[in-house]
């Protein structure tokens, strides 16, 4: 059974940086790309970063362009998200997700971390 587990969330000021993780575990992920996404309170939830576990190409939103970046670490089957010079405006809560890099649908999906910054 697939699992994604999503860490490391939590209050921050504006400007500062934080990273979280997610732990996938459950089969092998070299066809797959990870996501992640987030939902602000209110609002739809959007795409902010992928990247393909097998080529670690990646994409990202404009709106985190240059501020988040988004690695693996194959050895602990784990995908991060380094985000900085974080604004009010990223507060929501932070999902992980995975696909199959031949499809455009993500499969499945993590529980969700929450991350708030503080103006």
């Known amino acids: 059974q697939v699992q994604l587990v999503e860490s490391g969330g939590g209050l921050v000021q504006a400007g500062d940086s934080l990273t979280i993780s997610c732990a996938a575990s459950?089969?092998?992920?070299?066809?797959?790309?990870m996501g992640w996404f987030r939902q602000a309170l209110g609002k739809e939830r959007e795409f902010v970063a992928s990247?393909?576990?097998?080529?670690?190409?990646?994409a990202y939103a404009d709106s985190v362009k240059g501020r988040f970046t988004i690695s693996r670490d194959n050895a602990k089957n784990t995908v991060y998200l380094q985000m900085s010079n974080l604004k009010p405006e990223d507060t929501a809560v932070y999902y992980c997700?995975?696909?199959?890099?031949?499809?455009?649908?993500?499969?499945?999906w993590g529980q969700g971390t929450q991350v708030t910054v503080s103006s």
């Open positions: 459950g089969r092998t992920f070299s066809s797959y790309a």
């Open positions: 997700a995975a696909r199959r890099v031949a499809l455009n649908t993500y499969d499945y």
């Open positions: 990247i393909k576990w097998r080529s670690g190409s990646t």
